[in-house]
């Protein structure tokens, strides 16, 4: 019988919590609804990334992919709540 390592269990906690996340990404109809769904996501899959791939620049790939999507989800949002306000 084959002992299954921490690693493993933490890469399966993730690729669950992803493709939760991805479900209700694609099932959700309204797009704020959708935003805290897509971070949680991109948690997920950074922290595959850095678990699957043992090597220090996996740690920045998935860190810039993290970052990156963060940027995404905030424009998103910030361009469905009327952008930049101006003072008049």
Not at 20 to 31: C, K, L, M, P
Not at 47 to 66: D, E, M, T, V
């Amino acid at each position: 019988m084959e002992v299954i390592t921490t690693q493993e269990i933490a890469i399966l906690i993730c690729v669950a919590i992803a493709v939760f996340s991805a479900v209700r990404v694609i099932a959700e109809r309204n797009t704020v609804r959708k935003l805290p769904f897509l971070n949680v996501l991109s948690f997920a899959v950074a922290g595959s990334l850095a678990l699957l791939l043992p090597n220090p620049l996996a740690i920045l790939a998935a860190a810039a992919y993290f970052v990156g999507t963060t940027l995404e989800s905030n424009a998103i949002a910030s361009t469905h709540a009327g952008g930049l306000k101006k003072d008049e």
